[in-house]
């Protein structure tokens, strides 16, 4: 084809039958096969067969997509996105299979799982659903529904009654989850491990303040702690409450050291609008005392509570060389801001039910 006609061809064919084909129920029956040659014969003229398997797939039409996504891999037989749309247009468990032993980005495996959790649910195997469902790294649409249909189905309507309010729940409130990496203690793999934890179980903004984001995910968001800032070790964690560091809403902190359990519910989190969210010290070993503040896990909504939470870092500042001449820790910063003499009674009531328990 001249150039000219080439960019004819391309008009008629891509830009106006594509479309017409991923809104088949506007087409006529007869008309479909005519078009879905059209794609074959454009590819045995030169055009871009991944583009072309692309739109099959869009259109759904899998038998030829599967025909298109197969040359695309006689290329690349690793093609990690080629494979996946491959095993979808298959719909087999062995080219699912076959896509997530080489899948790493978590929307292909999450697009694997959920698939084969709907395969399973189709086989009468709703348990086996639920552990596709349960390895998916993301709770996708997908894996959402066949998720709510295989706990229907091995009688766990009220989990999936239950499960289903704690995901609207955290997707609506708009919850920052945030840590602090200083120095070179911790690495990069425990940032991103917890970002893993955390993203298993809700959707929301995770950012990491650090003074080296070398090895982070990309998906977490990065802010500098500043250079001048003389803050060092655990108390480089004063710095989320200043106005440098804009945060705002409702702010979920962990430790690097935190993991993240299966049980883990960001929804069941208080977060008060007024004060700061604390551990309690009772029962935790590593404290070795009771009727303390421990400040592995903060919340707080620095939009609301900021004017009282700003002395965290505003009046640290000034002293803090005097004053880490007289205490060793962050811990007893935020009780020597925030302790209430309240406390000790409260403390009296949380022991005879173990420890670790939130205090504001």
Known sequence: LKPSCAFFFFKKKIVVVLPCLRRKHTLPAATRPRLASDILM??????????????????????????????????????????????IAEGTVEAYEGAL?????????????????????????????????????????????NYNTALRQVGATARAIDWSWRQVGAARCGVTMCCVKWGTKYDAS?????????????????????????GLRPQIEVRALPR?????????????????????????????????????DLARIPISHAKLGLLSTNGLRNDGRARGYN?????????????HLRAVYD??????????????????????????????????????????????
């Open 42 to 87: 454009m590819a045995e003229e030169g055009y871009p067969v991944r583009f072309l398997a692309l739109q099959a797939s869009r259109a759904k039409k899998f038998p030829l997509a599967s025909k298109l996504w197969s040359r695309v891999l006689e290329t690349d037989p690793t093609d990690a996105a080629a494979l996946v749309n491959f095993a």
């Open 101 to 145: 032993a080489v899948a790493t980005d978590e929307e292909q495996v999450a697009a694997c799982l959920g698939n084969l959790a709907g395969l399973a649910i189709r086989c009468g195997d709703p348990a086996k659903a639920l552990k596709y469902c349960e390895r998916s790294p993301r709770k996708t649409p997908e894996v959402s529904y």
């Open 228 to 264: 001048s800032c003389p803050l060092k070790a655990w108390w480089t964690k004063a710095f989320l409450f200043s106005r440098e560091a804009k945060l705002s809403g409702c702010v979920v902190y962990f430790d690097l050291d935190t993991i993240l359990t299966p049980s883990f």
């Open 190 to 214: 425990y940032v991103n491990r917890l970002y893993a934890g955390a993203a298993k179980k809700c959707r929301s903004n995770f950012v990491c303040f650090t003074d080296d984001p070398r």
């Open 315 to 360: 009046l640290l500042i000034p002293q803090f060389h005097d004053l880490t001449r007289v205490i060793y820790k962050f811990d007893h910063w935020l009780e020597m801001l925030f302790w209430d003499d309240d406390d000790d009674d409260d403390d009296e009531e949380e022991e005879e039910d173990g420890g670790g328990s939130q205090k504001t």
């Open 295 to 307: 400040s592995s896990v903060m919340t707080w909504n620095a939009s609301t509570a900021a004017h």
